[in-house]
């Protein structure tokens, strides 16, 4: 199976649903359906932790933990 690493601007999107280019939309979709795997950095973690807390983000570490819970092929 493929491993990726995402970045903290196409989790942020894809945690709200935000538009994104198709080709990143269509690897969190593999990773949902389990065809490739999706790691999240501790870096990113921090970045969307700090952000949310500065309210520039609507999205925050309990919706990445949520998001992770759902799907087997998405981890930290």
């Known amino acids: 199976m493929n491993e990726y690493v995402t970045d903290t601007m196409a989790l942020i999107l894809r945690l709200e649903k935000r538009k994104m280019p198709e080709q990143v939309k269509n690897m969190f979709l593999d990773a949902e359906n389990g065809r490739i795997k999706i790691n999240i950095s501790v870096m990113v973690l921090a970045e969307i932790g700090y952000l949310s807390e500065k309210n520039r983000i609507d999205a925050n570490l309990t919706d ?4 992770i819970n759902q799907f087997e092929t998405i981890s930290e």
């Open 64 to 67: 990445v933990e949520n998001y």
